[in-house]
Antibody, heavy 120, light 108 residues
Framework: QVQLAQSGSELKKPGASVKVSCKAS????????MNWVRQAPGQGLEWMGW????????TYAQGFTGRFVFSLDTSVSTAYLQISSLKTEDTAVYYC?????????????WGQGTLVTVSS | SSELTQDPAVSVALGQTVRITCQGD??????ASWYQQKPGQAPVLVIY???NRPSGIPDRFSASSSGNTASLTITGAQAEDEADYYC???????????FGTGTKVTVL
């Protein structure tokens, strides 16, 4: 069965960096793109962008350019989200999500979420 | 960028029917999906491509789309349906994907 397993919660100081991992299993990793979604405390879902797992080409939503980097290690079926120069407003749960078809945008499979807390 | 607007909150009596709407210009061109999210949990896809249910989703969940409005209907709401619901679609101006503002459903 398809599973997306994310790394654990992180507590970081402002200005630091964090790298969140999302390990996929149960399917061929390079068949489906991987999306990233942010949810700030008490807020809604925000689509951050996605990475083409065949080519490694990332696409970032407006508002998620510059400090946010998507990357892959296809040898271990893992996608990564790195955030640099962390700000307190980056405090959120970050989800990886896989669509239900290679070209679709309905996210049928989700990681459990990684809470990133940015606080001095 | 295009927005998808939802009513912030709705309530429904146990066993009754509730409809949640999602409005946005992009829905004229692109299909909507719907997600259910309970506190502390990851979202769950309940509807894809406007009106299709993934395996395991009860048939009390249905959806449709017309013009700039997509709708999710829960027929015979159960206590376990109390959750936040989000639509999503593609933004026709930026080609990005966007989630709706979310609707909190309370089952009375």
């Amino acid at each position: 069965q398809v599973q997306l397993a994310q790394s654990g919660s992180e507590l970081k100081k402002p200005g630091a960096s964090v790298k969140v991992s999302c390990k996929a299993s149960g399917y061929t990793f390079t068949t489906y793109g991987m999306n990233w979604v942010r949810q700030a405390p008490g807020q809604g879902l925000e689509w951050m962008g996605w990475i083409n797992t065949k080519t490694g080409n990332p696409t970032y939503a407006q508002g998620f350019t510059g400090r946010f980097v998507f990357s892959l290690d296809t040898s271990v079926s893992t996608a990564y989200l790195q955030i640099s120069s962390l700000k307190t407003e980056d405090t959120a749960v970050y989800y990886c999500a896989r669509p239900n078809s290679p070209t679709g945008y309905s996210y049928e499979f989700w990681g459990q979420g990684t809470l990133v807390t940015v606080s001095s | 960028s295009s927005e998808l607007t939802q009513d912030p909150a709705v309530s429904v009596a146990l066993g009754q029917t509730v409809r949640i709407t999602c409005q946005g210009d992009s829905l004229r061109s692109y299909y909507a999906s719907w997600y259910q999210q309970k506190p502390g949990q990851a979202p769950v896809l309940v509807i894809y491509a406007n009106s299709n249910r993934p395996s395991g989703i009860p048939d009390r969940f249905s959806a449709s789309s017309s013009g700039n409005t997509a709708s999710l209907t829960i027929t015979g709401a159960q206590a376990e349906d109390e959750a936040d619901y989000y639509c999503d679609s593609r933004d026709s101006t930026t080609n990005e994907y966007v989630f709706g503002t979310g609707t909190k459903v309370t089952v009375l």
